[in-house]
Structures are given as C-alpha cells and as structure tokens.
C-alpha cells in the first residue's frame, strides 16, 4: 500500500516542532521554581507580546478554547500579574493588561525560552539560522494572507 502522508512534509515537520518546543519549555517552566504554571506562563507572554488585548483574540493566538484562557488569566490575576478591564468598545469584553508586576516573570521566560532556542539551534551555523527564522517568518506572513482572502505573491488591490 503507498504512503498517503510524508512524515517528513512541511506540516508535519512544523507541527513536530512546535510540539517538542512546547514540551521542553513547559518541562524547563515546571523545574524552574516561578510561581506559574507552563500554561499560565504561555498566556502571560503571549498578553505581554500582544499588549492590551482581549480574552478571546488571546485564546485564538494561544490555539486555546476561551474557557482554558479564562483559567489561566484568573490565576495571573490572582497573582496580580495581569488585570482585566473592561473593553470601552463592548462592556462584555475584557481587556488583558500585562502589570509591571510580571516584568520579573515574564524576564524568567524569556530566559528559558532562549534556552530551548539554543537547544533547538544546537550545531546549526548562526547565519543558517537565521535565515530559518527568516523563512518561517516569511510562511507565517504568507499562510495569514492567505486567511484574509490574498493569496501570496499577488499584487495588492
């Protein structure tokens, strides 16, 4: 019987990637001694890198459903590294702010996940590297496009 999928093609590859990335920085957060959890500190960061932003766009760019944010956000709140506000454009909305309160944790973070960045880059040349990084800038860019109706490549209207 043929093949029907290359465990080596692109989505694979990616999504393998992402896999072995999320498993090493969730084991390197749980071994670290910082008061959250892998969970709470992918939503932390991910507030921190999106700034004011609302719950249910951070579940989506977190690839969570909203309640799992929820608890996560209730937790940070808790620790009074975050605080809801509300979304001046719809009071059902909340807005998740990032407080001066996580700079300390959300510096821990970055620093374990440099470390599983040089794991993952370990005998990589630093200029092939960076093109990698490069490219999958370039493939996000392209696959966004490409959700908002434009294919890639093609001029703008």
């Known amino acids: 019987m043929p093949r029907l999928a290359d465990p080596e093609g692109f989505g694979f590859l990616v999504t393998d990637l992402a896999r072995l990335v999320r498993a090493d920085f969730d084991r390197a957060v749980a071994r670290s001694g910082l008061e959250v959890t892998p969970g709470e500190a992918r939503a932390l960061a991910h507030a921190a890198r999106a ?12 690839g969570v459903e909203a309640m799992t944010v929820t608890g996560f956000l209730d937790r940070l709140e808790a620790k009074g590294l975050i605080e809801r506000r509300p979304d001046p454009a719809d009071r059902r909305a909340k807005l998740v702010h990032v407080r001066e ?9 970055q620093d374990l996940a440099a470390r599983t960045r040089e794991a993952a880059s370990a005998g990589c040349p630093p200029e092939d590297w960076r093109r990698f990084m490069e490219m999958l800038r370039d ?6 496009a490409l959700r908002d109706g434009h294919f890639p490549g093609s001029p703008s209207a």
């Open 51 to 62: 700034g004011l932003v609302r719950q249910n766009v951070l579940a989506e760019r977190m």
């Open 101 to 109: 309160e996580a700079h300390a944790v959300l510096t821990a973070i």
């Open 139 to 144: 493939a996000r860019s392209n696959l966004a």
